[in-house]
């Protein structure tokens, strides 16, 4: 899913949004992806997933309920911001330099991975799964 520009403030406030493929969003402006209130993304492809958010500064780009089910795995190309929960079923990389930001709990389940070797912040976490590299930074 690719999704070149203009604001969505405002317009994805409810429902799911199963991705399939690599998900990327990026234009001149900030808010291009900009899920709020009740809105729930699903990366569940079956081959390797990247996600791209050009703009992820706060009150930018950010997916509201992010949700990995993914299990040929899926990896960060830029910094990712989640504004409230980020749930790991399945294998999630982030590489060195990157940073995920959850304003919410940050779950791994028991069949989850991620492998991180950047920096992964939350304001919880329950860590149930497999954690190679640096553990997530929770209060």
């Known amino acids: 899913m690719t999704h070149p520009g203009g604001s969505t403030s405002g317009l994805l ?10 998900f990327t969003s990026w234009s ?25 958010t050009y703009f992820n500064g706060a ?19 830029r910094n990712l911001r989640v504004s409230n929960d980020f749930d790991i079923a399945a294998s999630f990389t982030v590489n060195a330099g990157l940073t995920a930001t959850v304003s919410g709990t940050f779950t791994l389940q028991v069949a989850g991975t991620l492998n991180n070797s950047g920096t992964v912040t939350a304001a919880a976490c329950s860590l149930l799964g497999t954690v190679n590299g640096t553990a997530p930074i929770c209060p």
């Open 59 to 77: 009150g930018q780009s950010r997916f509201w309920d992010l949700e990995i089910q993914n299990v040929a795995g899926v990896a960060m190309v």
């Open 13 to 22: 406030t409810d429902g799911v949004l199963r991705v399939a493929g690599n």
């Open 28 to 52: 001149s402006g900030g808010e291009n992806f900009a899920a709020t209130g009740n809105h729930r993304t699903i990366l569940d492809g079956t081959a390797a997933q990247t996600i791209d």
